[in-house]
């Protein structure tokens, strides 16, 4: 449990806030194009429920303070849209031995599952501003990406713009609660992880989407 953060200037607080706001926003945004182009999805549904539902919980059940709440309305819309995109192009990546009507219970239940884990997690822990939930479901979102990658031996839905966007989207708020909470030796692995498996996760990208012949940074 979170106790006794230390005094962070409110100035600092916003634009740190602020930052992690539009990166991810870019990060969300470029997926939603990078689908759209590729005809695919290009966030693990795993990653994606537990986004939506933390998401959710933070506008809704538990609201944030400004200007953070008003990043999560933000987040929320956009993920949408991806959960859109996977609801469209996700069954060609669905198990092949499974029966392609487990598809849609399947989103369901890991949606529901990541709700109330992300609830219940914040109410047992006391941690009702979610820092627990996000930095962890943020590393099991840093892993996916590279299994994402290396199951499907294939780029599509994926760019370095993403992967770097949302390496620094989740930078600023490392920062933000290393300001709050310097103590905390939990929170500082997982920023951390977080940071090796992001920059893993990019080098893999770029050597991968290189290997086709492509100039990686072209590839928006």
């Known amino acids: 449990m979170l106790q006794n953060p230390l005094d962070v200037d409110p100035t600092v607080d916003a634009i740190l806030k602020v930052c992690s706001g539009i990166f991810w926003s870019l990060a969300y945004l470029l997926i939603l194009r990078r689908g759209f182009v590729d005809k695919s999805y290009g966030m693990p549904v795993v990653a994606l429920c537990a986004n939506v539902s933390w998401e959710f919980i933070f506008s809704f059940v538990h609201p944030h303070s400004k200007p953070q709440l008003y990043i999560d309305y ?18 060609k990546d669905f198990p092949e031995h499974l029966p392609g009507r487990l598809f849609y219970p399947t989103f369901l239940l890991t949606l529901v599952l990541s709700f109330f884990f992300i609830l219940l ?14 930095f962890s479901q943020n590393l099991l979102m840093s892993v996916l990406f590279i299994h994402m990658l290396l ?37 500082i692995l997982l920023y951390v992880s977080i940071f090796i498996f992001d920059m893993t996760y990019l080098l893999l990208l770029y050597f991968k989407i290189r290997a086709a012949g492509i100039s990686p940074w072209t590839r928006v």
């Open 151 to 187: 199951r499907r031996n294939s780029y599509l839905g994926q760019s370095l713009y993403i992967a770097l966007s949302k390496m620094i989207g989740t930078v600023f708020p490392s920062v933000l609660l290393y300001l709050y909470f310097p103590e905390s030796y939990f929170l």
């Open 121 to 134: 997690m914040s109410r047992e822990f006391k941690d009702l501003n979610g820092v627990y939930a996000a």
């Open 74 to 91: 933000a987040w929320l819309a956009l993920d949408a849209g991806i959960l859109i995109q996977y609801l469209t192009y996700g069954r």
